[in-house]
C-alpha cells in the first residue's frame, strides 16, 4: 500500500498504550533508527494519523501533509489512540 510508516515500536503516552512491531509484516523496513514522538491528530475505529513533532528523513515524508498512517492492528497494549495525545513510535 502507499501507507509508508503504518507500524512502530514504542510506548505511548498518557497510558494510552503502545504502537507495536508487527513481525508478520517483514515486507516493512524500519525508517526512524530509534523511537519518535508525534500527536495523534487522527482516530477512528480502526485506523488514524499521526503528525511526527520531528521531520523525518525520508522521500515519502510529506506525504498526506506529513502525517503518518496507523492502524488498530499496529497498537500493543492498546486497542485505539485518543486524539491530541503524544505518542513514541517506530516509522516503517
Known sequence: GDSW????????WNGKGTI???TSNVY???VTGSPITGEVVE????????????DINHPRANLHGGKIYV???D?????F????SL??????
Open 20 to 22: 507495536s512491531e508487527d
Open 28 to 30: 516493512r523496513t524500519r
Open 81 to 84: 489512540l485518543q486524539a491530541q
Open 43 to 54: 482516530w477512528t475505529d480502526n485506523e488514524g494519523w499521526i503528525r511526527p513533532i520531528a
Open 71 to 73: 492502524h488498530r492492528k
Open 87 to 92: 505518542v513514541r513510535f517506530q516509522v516503517y
Open 5 to 12: 510508516g503504518g507500524g512502530s515500536s514504542s510506548s505511548s
Open 75 to 79: 497498537l500493543q497494549n492498546a486497542s
